[in-house]
Each structure stands twice: as structure tokens, then as C-alpha cells.
């Protein structure tokens, strides 16, 4: 359409019909949709304000295409937020992701969706029937149980009720535990199997015969009962030392002592009491009867067969079985006394 130019040379009438048909161009200024109304330029300001500056980033250079453009790459708006306008939809959306910035490195909503699921790694949970991350949760809390249940001082988190454990477990090894096994259970296990051992052996069941109640207090009672020091005889065990008394002793019966006693120290006694006590001996050796014989075979001398007056008295009233002789009477006297023996086991006769 030719532009209207208004001429110092058209008449009034010109300049009227061409001021109309301007005036008809612009239309009514009322009719303006902006906030502005009765300038153009101020209402064209407005709407440069509403569009923008620094052009289109649409492959459209005008408005109208550039929404068209907009239009198709958006789509029908069937949005499925809870408004039904683009812009309350967005806010929508935007209030939905919040606000403040992202704490990922990728700092766009895939880029940092993308970032976690590489932190989260395979979703695959193995051992679990969850498939989701906060159902995994819950089942696990659910198995590991309450952990204010815990009996260990520290309550509060697992890994230190496991530490607390640990430190109370000490070092767990083979040249510390003293066994074969290197771990608490093997370990446990071959300290029971040697304790099943020990009892087979030791039968707790049964009684002890000792005053004491405990193996250690009975062993203890029995090595007091045995006392200390070595014996003396050859045989250097007890069975052995006994049997070796007992070859020594002989055949402990009346019949082989010929007397009424059959047992060593009731023989000794009514020996003691057949010949009386040595304090009561006449000699001046008292200490045994070898010696006191000894004294007197020193104050008989050699006895004369043909002397018939002697000191050493009548024959006859000796109380032995052999009466003719004194010799022969003392070593029937001294055939009836037994081997004596001191605590030491020294003979003293």
C-alpha cells in the first residue's frame, strides 16, 4: 500500500480525507489491548517490553511462526499436572523440583539423575525380595532388628556394638588362642572336642573320695596325704616302693610271726610286751637288746664247761627252750625278735 503524504500544496479538503485515512489506518486507540491506550508508541514500547530483546531461538524469525514452532515442538497440551495452563503447569512443575540448586556436579536435572543412578549402582539387590531402594531399607532394618535392643554398651549404630565386640574378642589367631584353628568357632570347636576328651577321661559324673570337691583341691589333698621330699627306697614310684616294703616285710600272717598278732604293729606291741620295755634292762646298755646281750657276753666271758660254780647262774631256770647252754639259749632268744627298723628305715638290731 503507497504511503499518504500530506503537501503544503493540497487544499484542506485534501489534508482532512488523508488525516481520515490515517486516522482509519490506526484505528481506535480505545481498542488497544495494552495497559497503555492513548499512544501508540507507548503501547508499541509495551508490547516490545512483553516480547523481548536479543531475537528468536527458533529456526522462525517472526512471532507467529516461532509459536507455531513452539506449538509443534510442545505438542497437544494434554499436560498431566494439576493445572491446565502451560505457565501453571511449569510453575507447577518447578515448585515440584524445588528450589536452591542442585549438590550433584551436573548441575541439569538429567545430568544429575544420571549422576545418582551411578552412585547407586545395579539395582540388582541380591538376597532380597525388595526391588526398590527404600523396600531394600526396610527389609534389611527389619533383619538387622532394633538396634536399641543391642546388650552392648554401644547401642546406638551397629558398627560400634561390632567394634565393641571386636576390642572384647581381642586378636583373633591362631598363636593368641592357642590352637591349631584360626578363627573364634573352629577354635571353640576344638576346645570342645578336647574338653569332651578330658571328660571321657576325668568322668565328672563321678564322685571324688577325697575331702576335697574340685580335681585341683583333690589332686592338692592326695599330693599332701603322699608328702614331698623322694623315697628311699630303690623303686622311686609308689606301687613299686609298697611292693618293694612288701618283699621286705615278707608274709605278714600269725603263723609266719609265731605270734597271737597277725598284723606288723600288734606283733610288734606283744613282742614289745613279751620281752618288756629296754629302759627296764639291768645292762648299762639300754638302747637295744643286741647291745645289752653284747654287755653281758662282754661280762660272761668264755664259759668253762667243767665249771659248774658260775656266774652266770643255773641253767635250768632259764625260761628258753634250749636250757643247757647259754649261747644257744640267747640265740633262741634272739631269733624270736623281729627286724626293727627307725622312721629312716635304719635296722636298729
Do not use: C, W
Amino acid at each position: 500500500m503507497a504511503k499518504t503524504y500530506i503537501s503544503l500544496l493540497s487544499t484542506f479538503k485534501q489534508q482532512v480525507d488523508k488525516i481520515n485515512s490515517q486516522r482509519n489506518l490506526i484505528g481506535d486507540l480505545a481498542l488497544l489491548k495494552t495497559t497503555a491506550d492513548s499512544d501508540l508508541v507507548v503501547s508499541l514500547n509495551e508490547i516490545s517490553d512483553s516480547i523481548g530483546v536479543g531475537g528468536l531461538n527458533t529456526t522462525a524469525a517472526t512471532l507467529i511462526s516461532a509459536i507455531n514452532e513452539l506449538h509443534d515442538s510442545i505438542g497437544e497440551v494434554a499436560l498431566k499436572t494439576d493445572v491446565t495452563g502451560i505457565k501453571p503447569a511449569i510453575n507447577e512443575i518447578s515448585d515440584s523440583i524445588g528450589s536452591g540448586g542442585l549438590d550433584t556436579s551436573v548441575k541439569n536435572l538429567v545430568g544429575a539423575i544420571n549422576e545418582h543412578e551411578g552412585d547407586i549402582g545395579n539395582m540388582t539387590l541380591t538376597g532380597l525380595t525388595a526391588t526398590d531402594l527404600s523396600a531394600a531399607a526396610r527389609e534389611l532394618r527389619t533383619e538387622l532388628g532394633a538396634h536399641g535392643s543391642l546388650t552392648t554398651t554401644a547401642t546406638s549404630n551397629l558398627v560400634g556394638a561390632i567394634n565393641e565386640l571386636d576390642a572384647e574378642l581381642g586378636t583373633i589367631s591362631t598363636g593368641v588362642m592357642g590352637t591349631s584353628a584360626g578363627t573364634v568357632g573352629a577354635a571353640i570347636g576344638e576346645l570342645e572336642a578336647e574338653i569332651d576328651t578330658l571328660n571321657a577321661r576325668v568322668e565328672p559324673a563321678q564322685a571324688l573320695t577325697t575331702e576335697a570337691t574340685t580335681l585341683s583341691d583333690a589332686v592338692n589333698e592326695l599330693s599332701d596325704s603322699i608328702g614331698s621330699g623322694g623315697l628311699n627306697t630303690t623303686l622311686k614310684t609308689l606301687i613299686g616302693a609298697i611292693n618293694e616294703h612288701d618283699a621286705e616285710l615278707g608274709t605278714i600272717s600269725a603263723g609266719a610271726f609265731g605270734t597271737t598278732a597277725s598284723t606288723v604293729s600288734t606283733a610288734i606291741a606283744e613282742l614289745h610286751g613279751e620281752h618288756g620295755p629296754l629302759s627296764t634292762l639291768a645292762t648299762s646298755t639300754k638302747g637295744t637288746f643286741v647291745g645289752a646281750i653284747n654287755e653281758l657276753h662282754g661280762s660272761i666271758g668264755v664259759i668253762d664247761a667243767s665249771v659248774t660254780a658260775s656266774p652266770v647262774g643255773n641253767l635250768a631256770a632259764l625260761s628258753t627252750t634250749a636250757k643247757a647252754n647259754v649261747v644257744v639259749s640267747i640265740n633262741e632268744t634272739y631269733g624270736r625278735i623281729p627286724n626293727i627298723y627307725d622312721s629312716d628305715g635304719t635296722l636298729l638290731n
